[in-house]
């Protein structure tokens, strides 16, 4: 009787901690999908705000070298605190400076997205929370958790994705249950705050799906080829972000020099619809006549060059972008259904690049349907094994190995597996 009575009390206070941090995460996620869109549409107008990258880069580093130096890590302090049993704490400064590097980005054209700064935007406000609450060291990190469930989750209309990614992102191979429950009530409690606020998600509807046992060795070819574009985004990221650091150790004078190269590309091969989040040319992956073959490999080596000179923004919506337009040319030699293969990749390389299987599976069956289950689960599952023991968050521990001759990094980071 009294054991379940102090479950029942430990319910509610989770659950109401779950109220609070939905509730926050979910205001922070609405204003910035409203700046975010203005501001893409003040960029998308004025073509000419392309030539301001270069300052608008040097901005945001100094904004960050004066007054953020503790949160520059931005995604990877946030794993490596919840890691790490001495943590201090995620300081509330990280909202603000993620909100407003993210949107100088994307006002100059930056090729960047927006999960990273509604998960840094609903950790920091959820780590705020948790120390009101004078919570011990164990349960201030399932706050964290539910920070950046209720950030991912509204952000972009999948609050059952959120929940497991936030559990899923801190070591591959191993999930905190403890968290479950709290994670998805802030979740949902995020999502239904941006809905009931009328803010609009992006929908790509699949009209095609073919049955599976006419297409299934096409599909272990696809989960290839994703796989391997996971790679290729994570060693071109963190290539731009060494030699730029070692050429250029000031980060104000990498920013803008960084920004100057972008300029200049985006000028000589007309990028304008590379620039930005490319939701346009997302959408145009999902329609019949597909892209340019070409167009995931400009997406990708833009963002590479943005993310790793020190611009602010997250890699996912990019990755979606590269993944649906790489998904687009497969269906083309493939004969497959290019929405088909379109919503497959946006998945798929996603899941590889970060190493997020299960909460990528759900997200795709939030955003596409049921209907692809099982294409979603074979070739998400063959790009995570793919992509190696690699991916975009450095501070990420290898909590099981993907394979048996890799079983050596098992609890180290991705970032210092190079150096064993």
């Not at 901690?17 to 501001?39: C, K, R, T």
């Not at 990877?76 to 790490?84: A, K, R, T, V």
């Not at 950046?148 to 191979?173: D, H, K, N, R, Y």
């Not at 929908?203 to 996971?230: E, K, M, N, R």
Request: proline share 4%; hydrophobic share 55%; charged share 10%.
């Amino acid at each position: 009787m009294l054991l379940g009575f102090k479950l029942m009390r430990q319910v509610g206070r989770w659950t109401s901690l779950a109220l609070a941090i939905g509730l926050a995460a979910g205001l922070a996620s609405a204003l910035f999908l409203v700046s975010l869109a203005w501001v893409t549409s003040l960029q998308t107008n004025n073509w000419w705000l392309l030539l301001s990258l270069p300052l608008l880069g040097g901005l945001v580093a100094w904004l960050y070298q004066r007054f953020g130096q503790s949160v520059a890590a931005g995604n990877n302090l946030i794993i490596e605190q919840l890691h790490n049993p001495d943590s201090v704490g995620i300081p509330l400064r990280m909202a603000p400076l993620v909100l407003l590097g993210t949107l100088l980005t994307h006002l100059g054209g930056g090729s960047a997205g927006r999960e990273g700064t509604a998960v840094q935007m609903g950790a920091s406000l959820a780590a705020q929370l948790g120390r009101c609450w004078r919570l011990p060291q164990r349960e201030w990190r399932i706050v964290v958790l539910m920070g950046m469930s209720a950030g991912f989750g509204s952000v972009f209309g999948t609050p059952i994705a959120g929940t497991i990614f936030a559990m899923e992102v801190l070591a591959f191979g191993v999930l905190r249950y403890e968290a479950l429950l709290p994670c998805l009530v802030a979740a949902l409690v995020g999502d239904a705050v941006v809905r009931w606020l009328n803010i609009a998600h992006s929908h790509y509807q699949v009209v095609s799906v073919p049955d599976i046992s006419s297409i299934w060795t096409w599909l272990i070819g696809a989960g290839i080829c994703f796989g391997l574009a996971s790679r290729a985004f994570v060693i071109w990221t963190e290539l731009v972000q060494s030699r730029s650091r070692r050429w250029l150790p000031n980060p104000i004078l990498r920013a803008f020099a960084g920004g100057l190269v972008i300029v200049i590309m985006s000028c000589l091969l007309n990028t304008r619809d590379y620039n930005g989040l490319s939701l346009p040319l997302l959408a145009q992956a999902f329609e019949p006549q597909g892209v340019v073959p070409w167009a995931f490999a400009l997406k990708l080596l833009l963002t590479g060059l943005t993310l790793g000179v020190g611009f602010k923004g997250g890699e996912v919506t990019p990755l979606f972008v590269i993944g649906a337009t790489l998904g687009s040319a497969l269906a083309q030699i493939f004969g497959l259904p290019s929405d088909l293969l379109a919503a497959l990749g946006l998945i798929a390389v996603f899941a590889g690049a970060a190493n997020t299987p299960l909460s990528c599976v759900l997200m795709g069956i939030e955003l596409f349907g049921s209907p692809l289950l099982v294409p979603l689960m074979l070739t998400t599952l063959i790009a995570y094994t793919i992509s190696g023991h690699g991916g975009i968050y450095a501070a990420q521990r290898v909590g099981l190995a993907k394979r048996h001759d890799l079983a050596q990094h098992t609890g180290k980071r991705l970032d210092r597996l190079d150096a064993d």
